[in-house]
């Protein structure tokens, strides 16, 4: 059974960090993509950043490069998303997903695509 957990929320001041984990089972987390999904109230889901199956190749929504980064630890079946530099627009409940098969180009952040979702972590950056 697919199971993906978030965790690793929280308040958070304008210019810190955060990192949050996306503890996965019921698959080898190799063979999928992962993507980390946002919604902030009264908007639509946001793709954040995902990471390939096989050979782990991120992206990443321009709102947050170079600020975020996505990583994984398949001997602990995690995904991690390093957040750096939070401002008060990236506040949200975040959402770790797997797309199950391939992945194509343009597509990489589209919530449609994704096939399990967990169940959602709340950031707030506020003073």
């Known amino acids: 059974q697919v199971q993906l957990v978030e965790s690793g929320g929280g308040l958070v001041q304008p210019g810190g960090s955060l990192r949050l984990s996306c503890a996965t089972s019921g698959f080898p987390l190799d063979y999928y993509t992962i993507g980390w999904f946002r919604q902030a109230p009264g908007k639509e889901r946001e793709g954040v950043s995902c990471?390939?199956?096989?050979?782990?190749?991120?992206y990443y929504a321009d709102s947050v490069k170079g600020r975020f980064t996505i990583s994984r630890d398949n001997a602990k079946n995690t995904v991690y998303l390093q957040m750096k530099s939070l401002k008060p627009e990236d506040t949200a409940v975040y959402y770790c997903?797997?797309?199950?098969?391939?992945?194509?180009?343009?597509?990489?952040?589209?919530?449609?695509?994704?096939?399990?979702w967990g169940q959602g972590t709340q950031v707030t950056v506020s003073s």
């Open positions: 997903a797997l797309k199950a098969g391939t992945i194509f180009s343009g597509t990489y952040l589209a919530a449609d695509n994704y096939n399990y």
């Open positions: 990471i390939k199956r096989g050979d782990g190749w991120t």
